[in-house]
């Protein structure tokens, strides 16, 4: 019997990834783990527990103790955050990763998931359907982290056998868990602002079009990937999924048509100059040819379900 541990439960993708988990296995087989107090929206849904995803003694621990098979690290320091302390993000990010990955070795884990993302690309990379392999020379620290982070995973996988699957992911968009410091965040600020005061102020500059994705279409494709048969899984670094991409004056432009009389302005900080090094589409064709991804939510599909949910 499977039994997976996620590491991170808390966070925007923990939360979801968590309840999707659950229901497509049973509440037992999945332990939710953070640093943080039980999310209200996991309470009563099944096993939680503290931990600290850079305690490897921790993480051994309760992985031996529960028989874990499956682990998702999700916990991260992301784009924006990391600039401000980049030791701290590369250690987390880093750290909590080349455990998981001996530990998976040692305590023969048959799956391992850890996320990558679009930060990964720099201004050298191509901007437009960026391939999967390309030019890839990150800007951030945590771009740097989670490039780094793909070259160990195929290493692991290479070396050791050890089953790790990533994918890279655009900025995701969602309502039912908060965000964590990413420079696509402002995507999810809009609609809560459009709401509330019926104004948003932007810290992207207009014209910062960015590839993005919308929760259910990200939690979908993350099981597909980690479901998916072995041999349907060619790279072994991370997987190029796209969605959609915008800029902050179409997101506004969609708004609008739900709320005539939201507006919006522009205060762009730091976070303008990370979104520039990004691409503004991304080519997903590999992950579409090896375990026939698909995206289902495009800009409209998408902020029809925000506003709906945020709404009520
Ligand atoms: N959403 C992330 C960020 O903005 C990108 O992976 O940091």
Redesign the pocket.
């Known amino acids: 019997m499977e039994k997976i541990l996620i590491i991170g439960a808390c966070g925007q993708i923990g939360v979801e990834l968590t309840l999707a988990l659950r229901k497509a296995y049973s509440n037992q087989q999945v332990i939710a783990t953070d640093i943080r107090e039980e999310h209200e929206l996991l309470k009563g849904t099944g096993p939680y527990a503290i931990l600290n995803a850079m305690d490897a003694t921790a993480l051994l621990e309760i992985i031996r103790k529960e028989k874990i098979t499956q682990v998702y690290l999700l916990a991260a320091v992301?784009?924006?955050t990391?600039e401000k302390d980049p030791k701290r993000a590369w250690d987390i990010n880093m750290q909590s990763l080349m455990q998981l990955l001996d530990i998976g070795v040692q305590e023969k884990l048959h799956k391992i998931y850890w996320p990558s993302?679009?930060?990964v690309f720099g201004t050298s990379t191509p901007k437009q359907n960026t391939h999967q392999k390309t030019i890839i020379e990150p800007q951030?620290v945590?771009g740097i982290s989670?490039y780094a982070g793909e070259l160990w995973c195929q290493y692991y996988h290479d070396r050791w056998g050890l089953d790790v699957r990533s994918l890279r992911?655009?900025?995701?968009i969602s309502w039912k868990s908060a965000?964590g410091?990413?420079?696509?965040?402002y995507a999810i600020e809009i609609f809560h602002e459009a709401l509330r005061s019926g104004h948003y102020t932007c810290f992207l500059e207009k014209g910062a079009y960015l590839p993005m994705m919308y929760m259910d279409d990200a939690i979908r494709a993350t099981i597909e990937l980690m479901e998916s048969p072995v041999e349907k899984i060619k790279s072994r670094m991370s997987y190029n999924i796209s969605a959609m991409s915008f800029s902050p004056e179409e997101i506004a432009a969609e708004i609008r048509t739900h709320l005539p009389n939201f507006s919006i302005d522009y205060a762009p900080d730091f976070r303008q100059k990370?979104a520039e090094g990004w691409p503004q589409s991304i080519d997903d064709s590999a992950a579409k040819a090896d375990w026939g991804w698909k995206s289902e939510f495009d800009l409209k599909k998408m902020a029809n379900e925000m506003l709906t949910h945020l709404k009520s």
């Open positions: 992301l784009s924006a990391g993302s679009i930060a951030t945590y989670k992911y655009p900025g995701l965000p410091g990413g420079t696509t965040d990370i």
